[in-house]
Each structure stands twice: as structure tokens, then as C-alpha cells.
């Protein structure tokens, strides 16, 4: 390499003793490596200053090394939280990445089938609605990996152990004495509550021999806002209903409720125990600090980039789904 001369691969392979093609497959992330040998590499990497050509990699394999991920807000903890270790884990396979916001399922749509994420080599998507069905009868012309939301196999998806997080809450609860526990709830199109969390909340309601009163679901009105936490729980004070525990759908509706308890005049957890769900670092300062779910992030995020990166190394087989669990976190919001 002569001075002044951008260093190449090849001159990458000389330093670490490996061949140009296994260079290649280290910075592209990969697997066949063996630690040892990738470690080799990526110290050859920076001792002769080697720098990677977006541009001519992307004209040699088609690819821009790019991935989009895709949440329906930042202002939810919880998905801001999976944002940042999804953009860390593909950082580690060499992958840059696209942020995208997509309010709606038609949004998260878009975003899929690339009329909004058009430079990217695949996508993983965060859904707030249901994916597969926006997706049906539609032809993907890269990898998209779901993770969260609704179980589908139309697709890669995994799958966040809602029922298993909610039933145990909700159990806790009941072991702690209450019997008239509230659903504190997302905004939503039914007269109801459903999905995996509400049958979680309902199983363990019958195990103790209970049944879910109508009168004890609030929502506010929008989606996973701290603010509409705090209006569901006032509805719910001012509707008279008795209530001695509030099992919250997130942690940002858990923390609204509890400041609505607060401002009239109620105890948390003396007259009303509160939970959430995501265990989000939030939960950790409120006061008092928040019992929560951990839907075990950092394992769904590892699952959806190992999938996503399969996908982009050639694996062409059937859709996978992965379900994670889900472990309760006991805080003193409920007692």
C-alpha cells in the first residue's frame, strides 16, 4: 500500500492471515467466523485503517446494509427501549439502520412493503395493529421479521409471552387479598378489553373462583400516554365503581393512574395496589416504585435480528415464530 492509497480488503487480509473473501464476511456480519478469527479481522480492520464502501458493497451484492425498524411512537417507553437495542444489536452484525415512526396499521404497512423504507435490505417491525392481516395476499420482496403484537405465520414473528405476564400479575394481586381488580386500559374500537392480556387477567380471575365485572374497565383516550392513564383512572373514580387494585395494560398508563389516585386522596398501595407492564426503567423511580412485567426484551430483540439476519444470509425456508416468556417483577406499588 503505497502513501496517500486508501487502504483495500485485501490488504485487510494480509494483516489478519485470512483470505479477502473471509474479511468480507465478518464486516458483512455473517456467521462461519470463529470468534477468534473475527476478532483477528476487525483488530486488522483498524490497524490499517480500512474503511467499508457503502456504495460499491451495495453495487457488488445488491445490498445497502441497511435495515429499517419500525415502532408506533418514541413517547412509550417500551418501545423506545426496543428501538435502542435493536439499533445496538444490528450494530453488532455490522447493519446500519433506518428509524421509522408508523402511527397507524396502515403505516406499518407501508413501511413493510417498502413504499416507505425503500433503501433498505429488510425490515422489523414493532406492530400496534395486527400485521399478518394487513399483509395478506401481499408479496414481500425482502425480509420482514415481526416482534411483538399478535402471533402470525405469515411471517417472522416473535411473540411476547403476554398471557403468562398478565396472568401472573393479575394472580399476584389476588394472593395479595384483592378481589376487585380494574383493567386500566389502552384506548380501544370494542366495548371491551381483549388480546393476551385481558385472557391472562380472566384466567387467573377463575382460578380463584372470580369473574370479570364490566364496571371495572376504564381506557382514556389514546394510546400508552401517561396522560391517558391518569384520565382512565378518574373515569374510574368517578364512576363510583369499588375497586381495591389496578392492573394497568404498560407501565406509562400505571404511572397516569397512580398520579390520579394520588390527587384524590387515595393510597397506593394501601387503597388501591397498581401494576404495569413492560418493566420499563420508569417504574424503578415512581413513588411507590411500580410492580411490573418483564416481557424478557432483550431475548425477543435477539430473536427478531437473529431471523432478520438469517433471512438476509440466504435462508429461504417456512416462517418462523418465537414466544418469549415473561417474569414478574414485585415492586411497592402492590403492597
Not at 447493519?95 to 425490515?123: H, S
Not at 366495548?191 to 380471575?205: I, K, N, Q, S, T
Amino acid at each position: 500500500m503505497t502513501a496517500g492509497q486508501q487502504p483495500t480488503l485485501q490488504d485487510v487480509a494480509l494483516v489478519a492471515e485470512v483470505s479477502a473473501k473471509t474479511v468480507s464476511n465478518v464486516l458483512l456480519g455473517r456467521p462461519g467466523a470463529s470468534p477468534t478469527t473475527r476478532a483477528r479481522v476487525l483488530e486488522a480492520v483498524e490497524s490499517v485503517g480500512y474503511r467499508v464502501n457503502r456504495a460499491g458493497r451495495g453495487l457488488a451484492s445488491g445490498r445497502t446494509g441497511r435495515v429499517a425498524i419500525v415502532i408506533p411512537m418514541l413517547y412509550q417507553p417500551y418501545f423506545a427501549e426496543v428501538a435502542e437495542r435493536l439499533i445496538l444489536a444490528l450494530a453488532e452484525h455490522g447493519i446500519d439502520t433506518t428509524l421509522r415512526i408508523a402511527p397507524d396499521p396502515e403505516a406499518e404497512r407501508d413501511a413493510a412493503l417498502g413504499l416507505t423504507t425503500p433503501d433498505v435490505d429488510g425490515v422489523i417491525v414493532c406492530p400496534h395493529g395486527h400485521l399478518a392481516e394487513m399483509l395478506r395476499g401481499v408479496t414481500l420482496t425482502r425480509p420482514v421479521v415481526q416482534l411483538g403484537g399478535l402471533p402470525t405465520d405469515a411471517i417472522d414473528c416473535v411473540v411476547m409471552g403476554e398471557e403468562e405476564g398478565a396472568h401472573a400479575v393479575a394472580t399476584h394481586l389476588l394472593e395479595q387479598g384483592r378481589r376487585r381488580i380494574a383493567l386500566v386500559w389502552n384506548a380501544t374500537s370494542h366495548d371491551g378489553p381483549d388480546g393476551e392480556r385481558f385472557e391472562g387477567y380472566l384466567r387467573a380471575l377463575a382460578e380463584h373462583g372470580l369473574t370479570h365485572d364490566p364496571l371495572l374497565f376504564t381506557t382514556g383516550s389514546d394510546w400508552d400516554r401517561r396522560m391517558s392513564g391518569y384520565e382512565a383512572m378518574v373515569a374510574l373514580l368517578r364512576s363510583g365503581a369499588r375497586f381495591d387494585a389496578a392492573l394497568c395494560v404498560n407501565d406509562a398508563v400505571a404511572v397516569g393512574a397512580m398520579r390520579a389516585l394520588r390527587s384524590h386522596g387515595r393510597e397506593v398501595p394501601g387503597d388501591v395496589a397498581v401494576t404495569g407492564f413492560d418493566d420499563t426503567a420508569e417504574g424503578e423511580f415512581t413513588t411507590p416504585s411500580l410492580t411490573s412485567v418483564n416481557p424478557r426484551k432483550a431475548e425477543m430483540v435477539a430473536h427478531a435480528v437473529r431471523m432478520l439476519v438469517d433471512r438476509l444470509d440466504g435462508f429461504d425456508g417456512p416462517s418462523r415464530s418465537v414466544r418469549t416468556g415473561a417474569d414478574l417483577v414485585v415492586r411497592a406499588s402492590s403492597g
